[in-house]
């Protein structure tokens, strides 16, 4: 082999070595990667396991998950009679929803009843006379307003509206406020927001029952921690299933790595081999001028 070809052949091979070694690279950074799945579907998998629920006694000896609305609720059977406040003070209830509800009696003398969480189907139910521009203007009252307006515009109807909220307002003192949530009544959001001490529980207070004294529900006989065991299945269905993908990739990965480290053994052995023909044309070329 001349000299000029021993020497494009070296070049080659270094450039096919560079190749081999990035490409090593390349597969133990994906086998790392999958290292750190494998990890994350292990802890998902034991936080699973192991996860727990809060679940309330209610004074009818009754146990269920617990809920806002039965911390809330003041069925004295049902209900715990107590509230949530966050760190600030704020007594903790949902994002409030009016409903305004027409009531009448039907021709047999029978009470009927027909609710409204929208002010714009109410009026077009029981104010249809209104003009264009007015039914506009008051579809953007509240409903407290809008009952008020019907009951002192229409005051020769037999009809009679009402509003309601599914905000109790006896859960705070006049000097307090609410802080509207909308995810208080989600179960694992709740659990979540007592777990970290952002919401605390409190219940009127024994000595007075305009104030209200913070609860420890920690050891409290209405709330109790039990393990959950309704998604332990699924759980381990998900993590066998990641586990057997996770190992399958990277047995395609440890092989292909293998074929890549074979492949640099050859290049580097082929390397030293050009690397001494070279040597030698080098030798046998100019040896005249040593």
């Given amino acids: 082999?001349?000299?000029?070809?021993?020497?494009?052949?070296?070049?080659?091979?270094?450039?096919?070595?560079?190749?081999?070694?990035?490409?090593?690279?390349?597969?133990?950074?994906?086998?790392?990667?999958?290292?750190?799945?494998?990890?994350l579907a292990a802890d998902e998998y034991n936080d699973a396991m192991n996860n727990t629920i809060l679940q309330a006694t209610t004074p009818d000896g009754g146990v269920q998950r617990l809920t806002y609305d039965i911390i809330t609720s003041q069925d004295p059977f049902s209900g715990l009679c107590m509230r949530l406040v966050d760190l600030d003070g704020n007594v903790v209830v949902p994002e409030?929803?009016?409903?305004?509800?027409?009531?009448?009696?039907?021709?047999?003398?029978?009470?009927?009843?027909?609710?409204?969480?929208?002010?714009?189907?109410?009026?077009?139910?029981?104010?249809?006379?209104?003009?264009?521009?007015?039914?506009?203007?008051?579809?953007?009252?509240?409903?407290?307003?809008?009952?008020?307006?019907?009951?002192?515009?229409?005051?020769?109807?037999?009809?009679?509206?009402?509003?309601?909220?599914?905000?109790?307002?006896?859960?705070?003192?006049?000097?307090?406020?609410?802080?509207?949530?909308?995810?208080?009544?989600?179960?694992?959001?709740?659990?979540?927001?007592?777990?970290?001490?952002?919401?605390?529980?409190?219940?009127?207070?024994s000595t007075d029952t305009k104030e209200w004294e913070n609860v420890a529900w920690q050891g409290h006989t209405a709330f109790s921690q039990v393990s959950d065991t309704s998604d332990d299945a699924a759980a381990e269905a998900k993590y066998e299933a990641s586990m057997a993908e996770l190992q399958r990739h990277d047995k395609v990965l440890e092989l292909r790595l293998e074929q890549v480290q074979?492949?640099?053994?050859?290049?580097?052995?082929?390397?030293?081999s050009v690397k001494k023909t070279v040597s030698d044309n080098i030798d046998q070329s100019f040896k005249t001028f040593a």
């Fill in 262 to 272: 074979t492949e640099e053994s050859a290049v580097e052995k082929e390397l030293d």
């Fill in 1 to 39: 082999m001349g000299l000029a070809a021993s020497q494009g052949r070296y070049l080659c091979l270094t450039a096919r070595m560079s190749d081999l070694i990035y490409e090593g690279q390349q597969i133990s950074q994906q086998r790392l990667q999958l290292a750190k799945e494998t990890q």
């Fill in 96 to 205: 409030e929803e009016k409903t305004i509800t027409a009531s009448s009696k039907d021709e047999e003398g029978k009470d009927v009843t027909e609710s409204f969480t929208s002010t714009s189907a109410f009026m077009k139910k029981y104010m249809p006379d209104l003009s264009e521009e007015d039914t506009l203007k008051m579809s953007n009252w509240d409903m407290d307003n809008l009952a008020k307006y019907y009951s002192e515009h229409y005051s020769t109807s037999n009809i009679t509206v009402s509003v309601t909220s599914n905000v109790n307002k006896d859960l705070k003192n006049e000097n307090e406020s609410f802080l509207f949530d909308k995810n208080c009544k989600n179960p694992e959001y709740l659990q979540e927001m007592l777990e970290t001490g952002q919401w605390y529980v409190q219940q009127i207070s």
